[in-house]
């Protein structure tokens, strides 16, 4: 039951904590990739958080669908996840973040990572003929939402 005084969010998504975390790390992002310099806004800092935004992107668009498209849509987070840990490495050996911010992106995406197979897994537990992740990525998916 909702408390009185918890406000209920139009949008459902608003209300999933993975959702926060992911505002959160696109948030501190943007403080960092602030400082890279000039030549490596348009190849490196641009398409990382754009990659960033992508993770709420894809949790706030899946909400809105069925449960096998929302669990299509976390997948795609998880991707994006995956493509963050990569810019944060690459900007790592370029020495555009030290150690602290690395390891702070690493465990963000972690973090992340662990949320949305939790929510995944629950969600395809009342899903029937579903056993496992696995078993779910060689299903056919609508047209519609790729």
């Not at 406000?7 to 926060?20: C, H, K, N, Q, T």
């Not at 958080?49 to 669908?65: T, W």
């Not at 944060?88 to 949305?116: C, H, P």
């Not at 056993?131 to 060689?138: C, I, N, Q, R, S």
Request: charged letters at 25%; aromatic letters at 10%.
């Amino acid at each position: 039951m909702i408390k009185p005084d918890t406000p209920v969010s139009f949008f459902r998504f608003e209300d999933l904590r993975i959702y926060a975390k992911a505002l959160d790390y696109i948030t501190w992002l943007h403080q960092v990739v602030k400082k890279f310099p000039d030549q490596d806004q348009p190849t490196l800092a641009h398409p990382f958080l754009k990659v960033s935004q992508s993770i709420a992107l894809f949790l706030a668009e899946g909400s809105a669908r069925n449960k096998p498209q929302f669990i299509y849509y976390l997948k795609m987070a998880k991707s994006s996840v995956r493509e963050c840990v990569v810019y944060t490495e690459v900007a790592f050996r370029l020495e555009l973040m030290n150690e602290e911010e690395k390891e702070y992106s690493v465990n963000q995406m972690m973090e992340l990572t662990k949320m949305i197979g939790s929510l995944v897994t629950s969600l395809q537990r009342t899903l029937p003929n579903i056993k496992d992740e696995d078993e779910f990525d060689d299903m056919q998916l609508p047209p519609d939402i790729i």
